[in-house]
């Protein structure tokens, strides 16, 4: 069964200092892994999305995301950590193989909390 | 280019009544997913619609109901309304180019709806 696993409810990073959100995942093929922010009372924002290639992805607001297949994880980064990337931050994943089935499978999300 | 608008934001109905959420996707998109947004339970999808028809569905009873009409405009219709069907639902609209094809799915703000 897809499952993705967001291990931390909530991270704290002070300003300035580079911040890791982490996710695993299963699946029972190929996976496509994806990375959305939301922000209070918003909807859903796309981030960033790895499909196949380069492990590393780059994404919006500086954000990048490294595939790594043996560890099956796909933790959402950024070098340097501003107040306003304070959000609820979603992994989710779809299995390549599934055909039509495209329905995505979603972490519980983890609260980014960035101090100044 | 407009973003994917869910009309009402916000909704109050008592139990055993029952509601209908609109979502008017990105022009040209042509999948439509719903999702139900619950603090325990993260995103929990409930289906998606691509060409008026169904192409997938989540695990919750038939007391939801979607469809989908022919401008990709999607409703979904929850009957009997149940306490714990107090959540945002989100909806979320991509451009679905085909199973070889893997797109981002881009989300409207949501309805929130309480029951009472």
């Known amino acids: 069964a897809q499952s993705v696993a967001q291990p931390e409810d909530q991270v704290n990073v002070a300003e300035g200092n580079p911040l890791t959100v982490k996710c695993t995942y299963s699946v029972s093929g190929n996976p496509y892994l994806f990375w959305y922010v939301q922000y209070p009372n918003r909807g859903l924002q796309f981030l960033l999305k790895?499909?196949?290639?380069d492990n590393l992805v780059k994404g919006s607001y500086g954000f990048e995301a490294e595939f790594n297949k043996s560890q099956t994880s796909f933790h959402l980064k950024k070098p340097s950590a501003l107040v306003s990337d304070s959000a609820l931050y979603f992994c989710?994943?779809?299995?390549?193989?599934?055909?039509?089935?495209?329905?995505?499978?979603w972490g519980l999300g983890t609260s980014l909390a960035v101090n100044p | 280019k407009a973003g994917v608008t869910q009309t009402p934001r916000y909704l109050i109905k008592t139990r055993g009544q029952q509601v209908t959420l609109s979502c008017s996707p990105i022009s040209g998109h042509r999948s439509v997913s719903w999702y139900q947004q619950t603090p325990g339970q993260g995103l929990q999808f409930l289906f998606e619609y691509f060409s008026e028809t169904q192409r997938n569905k989540g695990n919750f009873p038939g007391r939801f109901s979607g469809r989908q009409f022919s401008n990709s405009r999607s409703e979904m219709n929850v009957s009997t309304l149940e306490l714990g069907d107090s959540a945002l639902y989100l909806c979320?609209?991509?451009?679905?180019?085909?199973?070889?094809?893997?797109?981002?799915?881009?989300f409207g703000q949501g309805t929130r709806l309480t029951v009472v």
């Open positions: 989710a994943v779809r299995d390549a193989n599934a055909g039509n089935n495209r329905k995505l499978i």
């Open positions: 790895y499909i196949t290639g």
């Open positions: 979320a609209s991509s451009v679905a180019t085909g199973t070889g094809g893997v797109t981002e799915a881009f």
